[in-house]
């Protein structure tokens, strides 16, 4: 039988290749589950990675559109950034927010949490819906040059149906929030 708790890997050996303030990249020798030598790679994050679904009393989000170097194009997506372990993530959550949008939220939601990319990196991502919307003045870091873009969620939906959004944290939530509103927990 199967035990989901049994780890079939075994490391035999492992060497730090890459070390930043943000990730850790480490090779590790192992035996896998067949018996047979091998390599992998594990790209370890530092933070964890935060996503905000604000949505609006009239039905509305906003999306931050981005230029991502690691994908050398343009993105659409919710507003995100990097949270510090140990600190409150709904704290970061809000930082964000209010960096990448200047809005403020009164309610939020855990919406989810997922891994983002599991066969190389163990980065953990918490998405929230914020609710109840204020705004202020945003405060975008040095490092981003941001169009926010309001739209309704329906939209945000669409382009989430059509490829128009391919940011997983983006595209997770906006699905689990759609799935909410079918359900009418939303």
Same mark, same amino acid.
């Given at each position: 039988?199967?035990?989901?708790?049994?780890?079939?890997?075994?490391?035999?050996?492992? @060497?730090? @290749?890459?070390?930043?303030?943000?990730?850790?990249?480490?090779?590790?020798?192992?035996?896998?589950?067949?018996?047979?030598?091998?390599?992998?790679?594990?790209?370890?994050?530092?933070?964890?990675?935060?996503?905000?679904?604000?949505?609006?009393?009239?039905?509305?989000?906003?999306?931050?559109?981005?230029?991502?170097?690691?994908?050398?194009?343009?993105?659409?997506?919710?507003?995100?950034?990097?949270?510090?372990?140990?600190?409150?993530?709904?704290?970061?959550?809000?930082?964000?927010?209010?960096?990448?949008?200047?809005?403020?939220?009164?309610?939020?939601?855990?919406?989810?949490?997922?891994?983002?990319?599991?066969?190389?990196?163990?980065?953990?991502?918490?998405?929230?819906?914020?609710?109840?919307?204020?705004?202020?003045?945003?405060?975008?870091?040095?490092?981003?040059?941001?169009?926010?873009?309001?739209?309704?969620?329906?939209?945000?939906? @669409?382009?989430?149906?059509?490829?128009?959004?391919?940011?997983?944290?983006?595209?997770?939530?906006?699905?689990?929030?759609?799935?909410?509103?079918?359900?009418?927990?939303?």
């Amino acid at each position: 039988m199967h035990n989901p708790d049994h780890n079939p890997w075994q490391i035999t050996a492992e @060497q730090e @290749q890459y070390d930043n303030p943000w990730i850790n990249v480490t090779e590790y020798k192992v035996i896998n589950p067949a018996g047979n030598p091998g390599i992998y790679g594990k790209v370890h994050f530092k933070n964890l990675a935060i996503g905000v679904l604000p949505l609006d009393a009239d039905m509305n989000t906003y999306l931050v559109g981005q230029f991502r170097f690691p994908l050398n194009q343009y993105s659409w997506e919710i507003p995100e950034g990097g949270g510090i372990i140990g600190v409150d993530p709904v704290e970061s959550a809000k930082r964000e927010l209010l960096e990448e949008t200047g809005l403020k939220a009164g309610e939020w939601i855990e919406l989810q949490r997922m891994h983002l990319s599991n066969s190389v990196s163990d980065e953990l991502s918490i998405t929230y819906l914020a609710r109840d919307l204020q705004q202020f003045e945003a405060e975008p870091e040095e490092t981003e040059q941001l169009v926010i873009k309001k739209v309704p969620f329906a939209e945000a939906y @669409q382009m989430v149906c059509n490829g128009e959004i391919t940011d997983s944290m983006s595209v997770g939530a906006i699905l689990k929030a759609k799935l909410l509103m079918l359900e009418g927990k939303l």
